[in-house]
């Protein structure tokens, strides 16, 4: 079988179209030479290889032999995986919504001028055969190419001006010196509350995504306030109740997909994304500490058993996605015929598993099941006559039988890609569940991984963004940087290690010195010995994975007051200054920079420990035992050496010492663990204290939407 230029890629995206009868190239020198010596227009193609509709469009089109022969004649084809160059999918989705004026998604098509690369038409998925309103592929290449060669004028017109508006889709400093203040955070709690669905929980309608900073920031905003938005509670608890029982989480082996593709998170889109479960791990348990709940805790546990026995290489590094297909079609490793269920159970496991998953109902997947809670386990003690734990104990052993026979099918493919970003987002996950659930497992294996980057992603003072097979390539981006320093922050929370400090520092300086905008105060997306693109991106919004100068703000205002070091606070509050005019005008979309809002205008409760490991058992506990979001605490044992002044000057004694700061106010040295108990009390949310009217509030808002 022949190949083209991309059988020599690693990236498994890439490599799946390596046998398509379509003349692919990498995004590279040679490309965009032939282009140039041609005079072609480029066609770019950008996806991933979790990507359902990327596949369909693959096998109608790009896999078809006249298709290819039309795409080969009149473009160069450049096929790009979004994952491994997010810093291309920015520009390029960017310039689709200029173009399209709508949102774009994945496959994102592109056409390119060959002198420039800047696109002058753009869309999405297109059909081989025209279907809901969308022109065959192949008219689309003949009028692109038609185009091109006749409206040359226009098309250099048009590109100016997009050259122009997307230079100035990002914010930029006013050139006030405007004081910064909290009206945003209780500005996007409103804007939050106002797109809430009262129904099912989550934000607005289908599809429907998780959005874990929008709940962080709910949570936040609920300890803020003193408990008394118990409001803001229960829409991140109604939400992460309905997604832990609804069928966007693999109720069998854990983990969350992408998105649902209905309201009631019943029917997801079937992809599996580090990137998702990483944050959702951490908010699970947060949720956890905040309410008591155990369904928030098992949620958490069953997430992080599904990424450490499904995810995490031999090596120690975590591969990015599980597929959307297997066999061809998209969830056929996760449905159900009702019959191949009734034969793996006993009669009493399948009376309650049938009524609890739903399968005394209609089918709800294209003639099959996927399991989505329809009851509680209380229902069924009245009508199976057995004890909650009884109910309990019996789904569990069902769930086992079918997990055990799903094993046994054929696998969706998973993309064994090592990416820097997503690895920081699981390794802070794990590192936080593992605290604050006492999990050492969890903790271990976020330092296996954290130690492969070391190994592999990080060369003379300079990371790398993506692994596989043996290579590591790519220059780091912003996200690589500010979710790594923010991930070690709490790895180091978990235990301490000054070897991991240092990393953090030397990620901080290498952020402030290649990446930050000296004049107008941010980061841009790529460092200043990057590839030359069409436009320097500068995002500060979130988007499906944390914004990362919100990140990069965040993470340097803790370490920033951690160390004592103004360079990081300087850096964080020019960022907030460049980025405010949009924080006040919509800053629910911009949850993660309002965290770095909220600890620059309310610092941080810092804690040191200094003891032996026994000493400093019990006290780090307590700082770990109630929902604190403004609270980062470390136990550094006695014998620790090589620390930053800051942290060196707070010394050891008998005992344990525990030494509290808020931003750069320190109080004094506290060594009576009932004084350290009751200076913690402050600044903590108690699930036990507030139970009585959180449910309460739970009851009356139930009421309400009734």
Same mark, same amino acid.
């Given at each position: 079988?022949?190949?083209?230029?991309?059988?020599?890629?690693?990236?498994?995206?890439?490599?799946?179209?390596?046998?398509?009868?379509?003349?692919?190239?990498?995004?590279?020198?040679?490309?965009?030479?032939?282009?140039?010596?041609?005079?072609?227009?480029?066609?770019?193609?950008?996806?991933?290889?979790? $990507?359902?509709? $990327?596949?369909?469009?693959?096998?109608?089109?790009?896999?078809?032999?006249?298709?290819?022969?039309?795409?080969?004649?009149?473009?160069?084809?450049?096929?790009?995986?979004?994952?491994?160059?997010?810093?291309?999918?920015?520009?390029?989705?960017?310039?689709?919504?200029? #173009?399209?004026?709508?949102?774009?998604?994945?496959?994102?098509?592109?056409?390119?001028?060959?002198?420039?690369?800047?696109?002058?038409?753009?869309?999405?998925?297109? @059909?081989?055969?025209?279907?809901?309103?969308?022109?065959?592929?192949?008219?689309?290449?003949?009028?692109?190419?038609?185009?091109?060669?006749?409206?040359?004028?226009?098309?250099?017109?048009?590109?100016?001006?997009?050259?122009?508006?997307?230079?100035?889709?990002?914010?930029?400093?006013?050139?006030?010196?405007?004081?910064?203040?909290?009206?945003?955070?209780?500005?996007?709690?409103?804007?939050?509350?106002?797109?809430?669905?009262?129904?099912?929980?989550?934000?607005?309608?289908?599809?429907?995504? @998780?959005?874990?900073?929008?709940?962080?920031?709910?949570?936040?905003?609920?300890?803020?306030?003193?408990?008394?938005?118990?409001?803001?509670?229960?829409?991140?608890?109604?939400?992460?109740?309905?997604?832990?029982?609804?069928?966007?989480?693999?109720?069998?082996?854990?983990?969350?997909?992408?998105?649902?593709?209905?309201?009631?998170?019943?029917?997801?889109?079937?992809?599996?994304?580090?990137?998702?479960?990483?944050?959702?791990?951490?908010?699970?348990?947060?949720?956890?500490?905040?309410?008591?709940?155990?369904?928030?805790?098992?949620?958490?546990?069953?997430?992080?058993?599904?990424?450490?026995?499904?995810?995490?290489?031999?090596?120690?590094?975590?591969?990015?996605? %599980?597929?959307?297909?297997?066999?061809?079609?998209?969830?056929?490793?996760?449905?159900?015929?009702?019959?191949?269920?009734?034969? #793996?159970?006993?009669?009493?496991?399948?009376?309650?598993?049938?009524?609890?998953?739903?399968?005394?109902?209609?089918?709800?997947?294209?003639?099959?099941?996927?399991?989505?809670?329809?009851?509680?386990?209380?229902? #069924?003690?009245?009508?199976?006559?057995?004890?909650?734990?009884?109910?309990?104990?019996?789904?569990?052993?069902?769930?086992?039988?079918?997990?055990?026979?799903?094993?046994?099918?054929?696998?969706?493919?998973?993309?064994?890609?090592?990416?820097?970003?997503?690895?920081?987002?699981?390794?802070?996950?794990?590192?936080?569940?593992?605290?604050?659930?006492?999990?050492?497992?969890?903790?271990?294996?976020?330092?296996?991984?954290?130690?492969?980057?070391?190994?592999?992603?990080?060369?003379?003072?300079?990371?790398?963004?993506?692994?596989?097979?043996?290579?590591?390539?790519?220059?780091?981006?912003?996200?690589?940087?500010?979710?790594?320093?923010?991930?070690?922050?709490?790895?180091?929370?978990?235990?301490?290690?000054?070897?991991?400090?240092?990393?953090?520092?030397?990620?901080?300086?290498?952020?402030?010195?290649?990446?930050?905008?000296?004049?107008?105060?941010?980061?841009?997306?790529?460092?200043?010995?990057?590839?030359?693109?069409?436009?320097?991106?500068?995002?500060?919004?979130?988007?499906?994975?944390?914004?990362?100068?919100?990140?990069?703000?965040?993470? %340097?205002?803790?370490?920033?007051?951690?160390?004592?070091? @103004?360079?990081?606070?300087?850096?964080?509050?020019?960022?907030?200054?460049?980025?405010?005019?949009?924080?006040?005008?919509?800053?629910?979309?911009?949850?993660?920079?309002?965290?770095?809002?909220?600890?620059?205008?309310?610092?941080?409760?810092?804690?040191?420990?200094?003891?032996?490991?026994?000493?400093?058992?019990?006290?780090?506990?307590?700082?770990?035992?109630?929902?604190?979001?403004?609270?980062?605490?470390?136990?550094?044992?006695?014998?620790?050496?090589?620390?930053?002044?800051?942290?060196?000057?707070?010394?050891?004694?008998?005992?344990?010492?525990?030494?509290?700061?808020?931003?750069?106010? $320190?109080?004094? @040295?506290?060594?009576?663990?009932?004084?350290?108990?009751?200076?913690?009390?402050?600044?903590?949310?108690?699930?036990?204290?507030?139970?009585?009217?959180?449910?309460?509030?739970?009851?009356?808002?139930?009421?309400?939407?009734?």
């Amino acid at each position: 079988m022949s190949t083209n230029r991309l059988s020599e890629c690693t990236s498994p995206y890439l490599q799946q179209h390596a046998d398509n009868p379509v003349d692919w190239y990498p995004w590279g020198e040679e490309a965009l030479e032939k282009a140039r010596q041609e005079d072609k227009p480029i066609l770019l193609s950008i996806g991933y290889s979790a $990507c359902h509709w $990327c596949h369909v469009m693959a096998h109608e089109s790009f896999e078809d032999d006249a298709t290819a022969a039309l795409m080969n004649q009149l473009f160069v084809n450049i096929k790009v995986d979004r994952e491994e160059r997010p810093d291309l999918d920015k520009v390029y989705q960017s310039a689709h919504q200029l #173009l399209a004026q709508r949102p774009g998604g994945w496959p994102l098509t592109v056409f390119l001028t060959p002198d420039d690369q800047t696109p002058f038409f753009a869309g999405t998925y297109f @059909p081989k055969a025209e279907r809901h309103g969308l022109p065959p592929f192949v008219d689309i290449l003949q009028n692109i190419a038609n185009a091109y060669r006749q409206q040359r004028e226009d098309i250099r017109a048009q590109n100016q001006a997009l050259i122009r508006a997307i230079n100035q889709l990002d914010p930029i400093a006013t050139g006030k010196a405007t004081a910064l203040d909290t009206a945003p955070l209780e500005t996007a709690r409103q804007q939050l509350a106002s797109g809430f669905d009262e129904t099912y929980g989550g934000f607005g309608s289908a599809p429907k995504f @998780p959005h874990p900073s929008s709940l962080e920031q709910l949570l936040r905003h609920w300890a803020a306030t003193g408990t008394h938005d118990a409001r803001s509670l229960y829409m991140v608890d109604f939400t992460l109740t309905r997604m832990a029982q609804g069928g966007i989480n693999d109720q069998l082996a854990g983990g969350f997909c992408r998105y649902s593709v209905d309201d009631q998170w019943m029917i997801p889109h079937f992809e599996k994304m580090l990137y998702d479960n990483g944050p959702l791990l951490a908010l699970y348990a947060d949720l956890w500490q905040a309410s008591g709940k155990p369904l928030f805790r098992e949620t958490a546990l069953n997430t992080a058993h599904w990424v450490m026995t499904e995810m995490q290489s031999p090596e120690g590094g975590f591969y990015a996605s %599980l597929d959307a297909d297997s066999e061809g079609h998209e969830g056929r490793f996760y449905a159900w015929d009702r019959d191949e269920v009734r034969q #793996l159970l006993s009669e009493e496991e399948y009376r309650h598993f049938s009524r609890y998953y739903g399968l005394d109902r209609e089918a709800n997947f294209e003639g099959r099941w996927h399991l989505h809670h329809y009851s509680d386990t209380a229902p #069924l003690d009245g009508e199976m006559d057995s004890t909650p734990e009884q109910a309990a104990g019996i789904l569990l052993q069902a769930r086992q039988k079918l997990l055990e026979q799903r094993a046994q099918r054929v696998r969706p493919g998973r993309d064994e890609k090592v990416l820097t970003t997503w690895n920081a987002l699981m390794i802070k996950g794990l590192a936080r569940a593992g605290r604050l659930l006492d999990e050492p497992s969890l903790i271990a294996s976020a330092r296996r991984a954290v130690d492969f980057l070391r190994q592999h992603l990080w060369h003379n003072q300079h990371l790398l963004a993506a692994y596989k097979d043996g290579q590591a390539h790519l220059n780091g981006y912003l996200d690589d940087y500010a979710n790594l320093i923010d991930a070690l922050l709490e790895l180091l929370q978990a235990e301490w290690d000054s070897q991991l400090l240092e990393f953090a520092i030397s990620l901080a300086d290498t952020l402030l010195e290649r990446f930050e905008d000296r004049e107008q105060g941010g980061f841009f997306f790529t460092s200043n010995d990057h590839e030359r693109l069409i436009y320097r991106p500068k995002p500060f919004g979130d988007e499906s994975i944390p914004s990362g100068n919100g990140i990069a703000a965040a993470a %340097l205002t803790r370490l920033g007051h951690l160390l004592g070091e @103004p360079r990081y606070l300087q850096a964080a509050e020019r960022t907030l200054h460049c980025g405010w005019e949009h924080l006040k005008q919509i800053p629910h979309a911009h949850c993660t920079l309002l965290k770095a809002l909220d600890e620059l205008v309310n610092p941080s409760e810092i804690i040191v420990l200094r003891g032996d490991d026994d000493a400093l058992r019990p006290w780090i506990k307590r700082a770990n035992r109630h929902y604190a979001p403004r609270r980062i605490s470390f136990a550094i044992p006695t014998e620790t050496s090589g620390l930053p002044p800051a942290l060196s000057i707070k010394s050891a004694t008998t005992g344990c010492t525990a030494y509290l700061c808020h931003g750069s106010h $320190c109080e004094a @040295p506290i060594h009576d663990y009932k004084r350290f108990d009751e200076a913690l009390a402050g600044g903590e949310v108690s699930a036990d204290a507030e139970s009585q009217q959180f449910e309460g509030t739970v009851g009356s808002f139930k009421r309400f939407r009734e």
